[in-house]
């Protein structure tokens, strides 16, 4: 759970700063990407990632959550039916904040804030994980003839062949 804010609030009271950040996650999941102040942006990133991972759980509890703190059904939906797949593979850092510069009326410091969408690269083994590996021998590959190409005895052969089995059982 993000930790709770001391001093100021964004723009006033701890209800504002809660419709604030909820509508801040909405547009960030319908858009993918805001432009928004830096600290906006710092803000918004615990509950972004928070609700992310609401939609890799998928149940209805995680989607009654979500929408209890989005209160907009078009956003849950897009996070829960297109977000959540595209990051299933990641474990955590699903938002980027990127610095742009200061906006020209206040002098603002504004920043980006986009979802990570890109598949995740597969990591690179440790050496002493490789070195066992390593070691261990490798099954061979056998390749088998297509089925087309497999010629069955006749059945009066095989059936000769095991005769003489099943006698010799006896």
């Given at each position: 759970?993000?930790?709770?804010?001391?001093?100021?609030?964004?723009?006033?009271?701890?209800?504002?700063?809660?419709?604030?950040?909820?509508?801040?996650?909405?547009?960030?999941?319908?858009?993918?990407?805001?432009?928004?102040?830096?600290?906006?942006?710092?803000?918004?990133?615990?509950?972004?990632?928070?609700?992310?991972?609401?939609?890799?759980?998928?149940?209805?509890?995680?989607?009654?959550?979500?929408?209890?703190?989005?209160?907009?059904?078009?956003?849950?939906?897009?996070?829960?039916?297109?977000?959540?797949?595209?990051?299933?593979e990641r474990?955590?850092?699903?938002?980027?904040?990127?610095?742009?510069?200061?906006?020209?009326?206040?002098?603002?410091?504004?920043?980006?804030?986009?979802?990570?969408?890109?598949?995740?690269?597969?990591k690179a083994?440790?050496?002493?994980?490789?070195?066992?590996?390593?070691?261990?021998?490798?099954?061979?590959?056998?390749?088998?003839?297509?089925?087309?190409?497999?010629?069955?005895?006749?059945?009066?052969?095989?059936?000769?062949?095991?005769?003489?089995?099943?006698?010799?059982?006896?």
């Amino acid at each position: 759970m993000p930790k709770p804010t001391k001093g100021p609030r964004l723009g006033g009271g701890p209800a504002h700063e809660r419709l604030l950040l909820a509508n801040l996650a909405a547009a960030l999941f319908t858009n993918k990407s805001i432009r928004t102040t830096e600290t906006k942006a710092k803000r918004l990133r615990p509950l972004a990632e928070r609700l992310v991972t609401f939609g890799k759980r998928g149940d209805l509890h995680a989607r009654r959550r979500a929408l209890s703190i989005l209160r907009n059904k078009e956003a849950v939906h897009v996070l829960f039916a297109e977000i959540a797949p595209l990051v299933a593979e990641r474990e955590g850092g699903y938002t980027r904040i990127t610095k742009v510069g200061n906006r020209k009326g206040d002098n603002a410091p504004m920043a980006v804030i986009e979802l990570v969408l890109e598949p995740v690269a597969p990591k690179a083994k440790s050496a002493k994980k490789a070195a066992p590996a390593a070691k261990a021998p490798k099954a061979e590959v056998v390749e088998e003839a297509p089925a087309e190409e497999v010629v069955e005895a006749p059945v009066e052969e095989t059936a000769a062949a095991e005769a003489p089995a099943e006698e010799k059982a006896e």
